[in-house]
């Protein structure tokens, strides 16, 4: 299900389901919000640190209780995630999953917006609800504070998604690792998180049929060896109709990185497109997640059968 459209004056709820916000970044984020003619309202707890644990806004099940009342809100056209870190695996199976698809069956499905650590919630929302959602800049972050290219490709996704049907690669010049096109339906996020979801109860089964979208912050080659190893034992990755690659931030030498993903990803016999642009890099481009399209991984473009949005 494809969420609405943002339109002027839309209400909108920040949440805060993983890592504490800085205050200051928090409030330049509301800001660009409201430019953009938006309502923003911050959740109880978004301003939450946990008592003992630093890394965490708050505690689980007040994290869970706010995306709850945001998602459930008849008022809210949107749920965005203030920043990423740790902590959505520890609030995902604290949420009321049936009082949302009440909400959902009510008054429609809302966007919902994040990426890094979110990746865990992308996938709650795909197998739980049927949502689609939007892996994208959080109004905490610098991506969404900092740089121009990033903010103006999501506030067109949200405003404007026929705008940003096809989305093409942020590198000037995109690469293939393996050439080809590919159909099917989006999917992926931070890879790290994605391995960890494995035999969870918000997991789907595979990525069969989909394309599916990675990248990730902090992983060295030899754990991206083992993160995508663990996939392919899994056989998660059986059936994946083509795979782009987004940023790899702080993951050691490029070329390395390269050989290890024609190692693990080319045997797949898909097309697979590197450099592609979203992630933790700067000028990340929003990608839809559960929109059906086509992956031209030569030409480094993602075009959407329909917009992101409604």
Not at 11 to 35: M, N, Q, T, Y
Not at 69 to 86: E, T
Not at 153 to 175: C, D, M, N
Not at 281 to 297: I, N, R, S, W
Request: include cysteine.
């Amino acid at each position: 299900m494809r969420p609405a459209r943002l339109t002027p004056g839309a209400r909108v709820a920040v949440v805060a389901p993983s890592g504490p916000v800085p205050e200051d970044s928090l409030e330049a984020g509301l800001d660009i919000l409201r430019g953009w003619d938006l309502d923003p309202a911050v959740a109880p707890h978004v301003r939450d640190r946990h008592p003992e644990l630093a890394y965490l806004a708050g505690a689980d099940a007040d994290r869970a209780r706010d995306l709850e009342r945001a998602w459930c809100d008849p008022s809210v056209a949107a749920v965005l995630c203030a920043r990423g870190g740790y902590g959505a695996q520890r609030m995902v199976d604290l949420v009321d999953w049936a009082a949302l698809r009440r909400a959902t069956r009510a008054a429609g499905p809302k966007v919902f917006l994040g990426y890094s650590d979110i990746t865990a919630l992308h996938e709650a929302f795909a197998t739980r609800l049927g949502v689609a959602t939007l892996h994208g800049p959080m109004i905490a972050t610098n991506g969404f504070l900092k740089n121009e290219r990033s903010k103006e490709h999501l506030r067109t996704t949200l405003f404007a998604p026929e705008e940003a049907q096809v989305i093409r690669a942020g590198s000037p010049h995109p690469a293939a690792l393996v050439g080809g096109r590919a159909r099917g339906v989006t999917l992926g996020g931070c890879v790290s998180l994605l391995a960890a979801d494995l035999g969870t109860s918000t997991a789907r089964a595979s990525a069969r049929g989909g394309l599916l979208f990675i990248e990730d912050i902090g992983e060295e080659a030899y754990r991206m060896d083992r993160i995508l190893t663990q996939l392919l034992r899994a056989r998660w990755l059986d059936g994946v109709a083509g795979i782009a690659l987004g940023s790899w931030e702080e993951c050691g030498d490029r070329g390395e990185l390269r050989a290890l993903f024609a190692d693990r990803l080319g045997g797949l016999g898909v097309p697979v497109a590197e450099e592609f642009g979203f992630g933790h890099c700067g000028g990340a481009l929003t990608v839809p997640f559960g929109v059906a399209g086509e992956l031209d991984a030569d030409a480094g473009t993602l075009t959407l059968d329909e917009p992101a949005l409604g």
